[in-house]
């Protein structure tokens, strides 16, 4: 990737410890994203300019002058640290110049977030900080931007002429669900695509025999005409092929297969690897979860952890089990887990009709009772005549 230009001012400049680096990662690329590459300090990004033996006069001649907004990530490791100590001296110092300034919108130059434990000398107690932690990335780039624009109101005029390439909808794009209905799974994935989402995971869970994989079939079906949105479906279930499996998920990717390795996860690390570094929209279902064996470990790991600071990335995971959100640093980017139950009588008589116009709701409770349920066969019973 290239290396970002230093320009004369940041538009936003991040204070942080690196114990909160995945969380503020996130949030900082989501605001680079609305502001425009090179527009926003962190220091990883410029490495190339801080690496020295004056990396701290540089930290503090950023902070201190060389910003509109300073955001002070505020957690207990930040107030004792020796680095980030330096670079809230250089802060404290703004604070004091601001506090006096003539141009009152001066004064708003510094935003404490909160994105962990613990308190930061200098920072007072009647001090509001927001908490971020149980924001989306999405939400803290929001906030952090309606500071940004009571220093420079002509902001606006700023990120649209920002480059912008292929990005999730604002809206819930119309999709066709030609199945019957399913426990708000049609409503939520709806949300999950679209690009102020609170949550970029879907978790569908059911017994065994409620519908899930159809659901997970349907939603690949809409996205796939969908030009912008790259998609892949994993169904764990059918794992003795890998490579025909592996094969089937890259396909509408974008991306190259990665070679043959016994290890699953091997590979789809290198997917992922290329995902990230053409950072489009993209969705990935995995489905029949409760199969993913070695599996599980990546994509609780690694995938979802990957979500915090992957604003282009879109997960749907659909199983009898999903990954559990309790302490997990991903929990924030979750979305409520649905539980999917079988659909009633009424349901499979509104889906049957759509294909058989003389049917009858006894036939189909009929149908229900002899099926005991069971979604796969009653898709194929009411559905279109083959």
């Given at each position: 990737?290239?290396?970002?230009?230093?320009?004369?001012?940041f538009?936003?400049?991040?204070?942080?410890?690196?114990?909160?680096?995945?969380?503020?990662?996130?949030?900082?690329?989501?605001?680079?994203?609305?502001l425009?590459r090179?527009?926003?300090f962190l220091?990883?990004?410029?490495e190339?300019?801080?690496a020295?033996?004056d990396?701290?006069?540089?930290?503090?001649?950023?902070?201190?002058?060389?910003?509109?907004?300073?955001v002070?990530c505020?957690s207990?490791?930040?107030?004792?640290?020796?680095w980030?100590?330096?670079?809230?001296?250089?802060?404290?110092?703004?604070?004091m110049?601001?506090s006096a300034?003539?141009?009152?919108?001066?004064?708003?130059?510094?935003?404490?977030?909160?994105v962990g434990?613990?308190?930061?000398?200098?920072?007072?107690?009647?001090?509001?900080?927001?908490?971020?932690?149980?924001?989306?990335?999405?939400?803290?780039?929001?906030?952090i931007?309606?500071?940004?624009?009571?220093?420079?109101?002509?902001?606006?005029?700023?990120?649209?002429s920002?480059?912008?390439?292929?990005a999730?909808?604002k809206?819930p794009?119309?999709l066709?669900?030609p199945?019957?209905?399913?426990?708000?799974?049609?409503?939520a994935?709806?949300?999950l695509?679209t690009s102020?989402?609170?949550?970029?995971?879907?978790?569908?869970?059911?017994?065994s025999?409620?519908?899930k994989s159809?659901?997970?079939r349907?939603?690949?079906?809409?996205?796939?005409?969908v030009?912008d949105?790259?998609c892949g479906?994993?169904?764990?279930k059918?794992?003795t092929?890998?490579?025909?499996?592996?094969?089937?998920?890259?396909?509408?990717?974008?991306?190259?297969?990665?070679?043959?390795?016994?290890?699953l996860h091997?590979?789809?690390?290198?997917?992922?690897d290329?995902?990230?570094?053409r950072a489009?929209?993209?969705?990935?279902?995995?489905?029949?979860?409760?199969?993913?064996?070695?599996?599980?470990?990546?994509?609780?790991?690694?995938l979802l952890?990957?979500?915090?600071?992957?604003?282009?990335?879109?997960?749907v995971v659909?199983?009898?089990?999903?990954?559990d959100?309790t302490?997990?640093?991903?929990?924030?980017?979750a979305?409520?887990?649905?539980?999917?139950?079988?659909?009633p009588?009424?349901?499979?008589?509104?889906?049957g009709?759509r294909?058989?116009?003389?049917?009858?709701?006894?036939?189909?409770?009929?149908?229900?009772d002899l099926?005991?349920?069971k979604a796969?066969?009653?898709a194929?019973l009411?559905?279109?005549?083959?």
């Open positions: 990737m290239p290396t970002r230009a230093v320009p004369e001012r538009l936003v400049a991040f204070s942080l410890a690196g114990e909160q680096r995945e969380l503020v990662l996130a949030i900082a690329e989501a605001v680079e994203n609305r425009g090179g527009s926003v220091d990883e990004w410029f190339h300019y801080i020295g033996d990396a701290d006069l540089k930290l503090q001649e950023i902070y201190g002058r060389r910003c509109e907004l300073a002070v505020v207990e490791r930040y107030g004792s640290k020796p980030t100590q330096a670079e809230h001296q250089a802060i404290r110092a703004r604070n110049k601001c300034a003539a141009e009152k919108r001066e004064r708003d130059a510094i935003l404490p977030i909160r434990d613990g308190e930061v000398a200098g920072i007072l107690f009647n001090a509001i900080v927001p908490d971020v932690r149980g924001r989306s990335a999405a939400e803290s780039a929001e906030l931007i309606a500071r940004l624009h009571l220093l420079r109101p002509d902001l606006e005029a700023l990120s649209a920002a480059p912008s390439g292929p999730w909808p809206t794009s119309p066709s669900w199945m019957a209905n399913h426990s708000g799974a049609r409503e994935f709806g949300q695509l102020n989402v609170l949550g970029r995971l879907l978790r569908i869970r059911g017994v025999e409620t519908g159809h659901i997970t349907q939603m690949l079906a809409n996205v796939l005409p030009a949105i790259a479906r994993f169904d764990f059918g794992t092929d890998m490579d025909r499996e592996v094969r089937a998920f890259v396909q509408d990717l974008g991306v190259t297969t990665p070679p043959s390795t016994p290890r091997e590979r789809f690390d290198q997917i992922l290329a995902l990230r570094q489009q929209p993209t969705l990935l279902i995995f489905d029949t979860y409760e199969m993913a064996g070695e599996a599980q470990q990546w994509v609780e790991k690694s952890q990957s979500l915090i600071r992957a604003t282009w990335l879109r997960v659909a199983g009898q089990q999903v990954p959100a302490g997990a640093v991903w929990a924030a980017v979305c409520p887990v649905v539980q999917v139950e079988p659909p009588p009424a349901d499979w008589y509104d889906y009709k294909h058989r116009p003389n049917l009858k709701l006894t036939d189909v409770e009929t149908a229900c099926a005991r349920g796969s066969l009653l194929q009411l559905g279109p005549a083959a």
